[in-house]
């Protein structure tokens, strides 16, 4: 009794370990995706380690990052993929099938199964009832060849939801409502598990888009009951088989508890440049705005694009707005060509693009100079959107739609009658984007193109390091400041040598340059170091640069295992006021570096410049010493033979 629906799951895929918070657990792992930006590196790392067979259920690699092809790169790690994919018993999403959370929770996701992913939104599948993690490729490419996947129990934090929801207001008003209470932090450490009859309100894609976006709040996941609702959703997908319901006890143990009224939301938007800078759009000054674009892994679902098609039938885009729209996946474009509500799009002025992420990573559609965006989208952080000078507002799919034919942004419910949209008894299936792979693979190899580069590995933890501060930053430096990625770069995702001339490029521009000629050295950093995307090259392309450890008042949850699977040491101040003590340039020891992990004791610091000392603290668990003395983990993992 008393169990949260994480535990039940835990508990459930259980290997090794018990399920008491804060103690590490290795868990079955059932499904795993990947997208084709961290997924060239997955499956290197999967080559490397000289498997013949995936362990898990069922594994999918999806294209849907990079599908611009301007030159022969994209299309060359496209085949890479693919021909991966095919000799490991993968299935392979062919570009133009969609994005990997939506179709994951259309076709593949399931309740009370485990999905670790390689993209930090792979949460979106907590919608119908499914642990689902984002984590770094490596993990990923371990949970493919060996079946599970380490973690620490984490706490659970419930948000239980009462009320009904306004007109006008939809789950983007409501996980928005959210990061305003919490913000980017108060996810951190948690699983967030949504209850009450609030729930009732909301489809299982509304729940997606709840789930999606507390990886904005730094949660490991977030998750929602399978229910009658669950039921219905697979049934219309054709997948009655795959349901299970998942409740949690009612007297569940929650390590913290919030309520909220849904009554209590109204329409909000997240202000440049955080996710949760969110205010009521009525208590925003007139904001003419220049690009509207809907679709993202948080806003493509079939309803919210019908909802969008019925508030734009017979009406016209602004003159001034560019209206952007890219649907989630093949499926939900296929059904809308269809049923007409392509063609009120199309006639209303919106400009349709392919099913894919698209202008969520500045891969097309960057906005002009000192624009102002509205994106349906999960992240606003400065420049992803490809021009450094735009201001995106994070709106729902309602205020987009609204805000694009007045060419201001618009409280919705100022609008008139609610778009009332009616669900297809039967979604249809696009199938054919997908490849299954053969039963029979055997002598099927691996297609590598110029353009992909061997990835870097570590070498063995040495008792000392030394070397000079390379680069100080402030909070919340994201994986973007760290990685950039544009559409200039990412076809070079699995080309680190060339990446690497970018690295920490929106803070400094020579940071290459500083780490070659010092042979490497140390990045100090602010709060909540690395959050946003999962990135795994913010932590290969350092590696490769020489950074030997990440110096930090606070990481990211993602960031922080990439940077650990890479052999780089993520350590915090044990005095966070001794940030400010430390300066670029600063020539740093850290001594008995491995005595102390060992020992669980504090790390000295020794800052030869100024002559003063400090403490470090390295916060991970036993298992994470052993990968950061081997060096990371892929030297870790090939040398245990389990
Ligand atoms: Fe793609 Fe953007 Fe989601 S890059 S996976 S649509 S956060």
């Known amino acids: ?7 039940k799951i835990l508990e ?13 657990i290795s868990i079955k792992v059932n499904q795993t995706l990947t997208q084709d930006s961290t997924g060239t590196m997955v499956y290197l790392q999967l080559e490397s380690m000289g498997i013949k067979d995936i362990k898990t259920d069922l594994s999918v690699a999806y294209i849907d990052h990079n599908t611009l092809q301007t030159g022969f790169e994209n299309a060359d790690d496209h085949e890479f993929i693919k021909s991966a994919a095919a000799k490991y018993g993968i299935i392979f999403s062919k570009p133009g099938n969609g994005i990997c959370h939506q ?42 060849a060996k079946g599970y996947y380490f973690l620490k129990v984490p ?56 789930t999606n976006m507390g990886a904005e709040l730094g949660a490991t996941t977030s998750i929602f009951p399978s229910d009658e609702i669950t039921k219905d959703f697979l049934v219309r997908q054709g997948r009655e088989k795959d349901f299970k319901y998942l409740t949690a006890d009612d007297d569940a143990h929650y390590d913290k508890k919030i309520k909220i009224d849904l009554s209590d939301i109204k329409p909000m938007t997240a202000m440049p440049h955080s996710p949760d800078n969110v205010f009521q759009i009525k208590d925003i000054k007139e904001l003419k705005v220049d690009q509207v674009v809907i679709g993202s892994c948080t806003n493509s679902s079939y309803t919210d694009l019908m909802k969008v098609a019925k508030i734009l039938k017979g009406k016209k885009v602004h003159p001034d707005v560019s209206l952007v729209i890219s649907p989630g996946s093949s499926n939900i474009l296929g059904m809308m060509a269809d049923n007409g509500a392509l063609g009120d799009l ?17 891969m097309g559609q960057a ?30 799919p309602e205020t987009a739609a609204v805000s694009a ?40 190899e691996v297609k590598m193109g110029p353009n992909i580069k061997p990835f870097p590995v570590n070498k063995a933890l040495k008792p000392n390091l030394n070397g000079k501060v390379l680069l100080k930053t402030g909070d919340n430096i994201t994986t973007d400041d760290i990685m950039p990625s544009n559409a200039k770069l990412l076809p070079y995702r699995s080309n680190i040598p060339e990446l690497s001339k970018y690295c920490f490029g929106t803070i400094v521009d020579d940071f290459d340059i500083r780490a070659k000629e010092n042979k490497g050295g140390f990045v100090i950093g602010g709060e909540n170091y690395g959050q946003g995307s999962s990135r795994e090259h913010a932590a290969l392309v350092p590696l490769y640069l020489g950074v030997k450890a990440v110096i930090a008042k606070s990481f990211a949850r993602i960031h922080k295992s990439n940077l650990i699977n890479s052999g780089i040491i993520p350590f915090i101040f044990k005095n966070k006021d001794d940030y400010y003590i430390l300066d670029e340039f600063d020539e740093i020891e850290l001594v008995d570096v491995i005595e102390s992990l060992d020992s669980s004791t504090e790390i000295k610091l020794i800052n030869r410049t100024k002559n003063i000392t400090m403490e470090l603290i390295f916060q991970g668990s036993k298992r994470d010493i052993e990968i950061l003395k081997k060096g990371g983990y892929l030297n870790f993992a090939k040398k245990i033979n389990d």
């Open 103 to 144: 179709l994951h929770l259309e076709r593949f996701g399931k309740p009370t199964d485990v999905l670790i992913g390689s993209d930090s939104h792979t949460p979106t599948c907590g919608g119908l009832g499914m642990l689902s993690i984002g984590s770094g490729g490596l993990d990923v490419a371990v949970a493919m």
């Open 1 to 7: 009794m008393n169990k949260s629906l994480t535990y």
């Open 12 to 24: 459930k895929n259980l290997l090794k370990g018990r399920v008491v918070e804060e103690n590490e």
């Open 155 to 210: 706490k659970v934090l419930n948000v239980e939801l009462k009320g009904k929801l306004n007109p006008w207001v939809s789950a983007k008003d409501v996980i928005l409502f959210i990061l305003k209470k919490l913000s980017v932090k108060g996810g951190v450490g948690y699983v967030i598990e949504y209850s009450g009859e609030g729930i009732k309100e909301l489809s299982v894609t509304d729940r997606a888009t709840i």
């Open 367 to 396: 906005p002009k100079t000192d624009a102002v965006s509205l994106r349906t989208f999960n992240r606003n952080f400065k420049g992803r959107c490809g021009t450094k000078s735009a201001d995106v507002y994070l709106v729902s």
């Open 346 to 362: 199309i006639s209303a002025g919106a400009r349709i693009i392919e099913a894919a992420c698209g202008p969520c990573i500045g």
């Open 405 to 444: 034919i007045a060419g201001y942004l618009t409280d919705p419910s100022t609008f008139g009658e609610m778009p009332d949209i009616k669900i297809p008894q039967k979604y249809d299936v696009y199938d054919n984007y997908f490849i299954y792979p053969l039963e029979n693979r055997e002598g099927l």
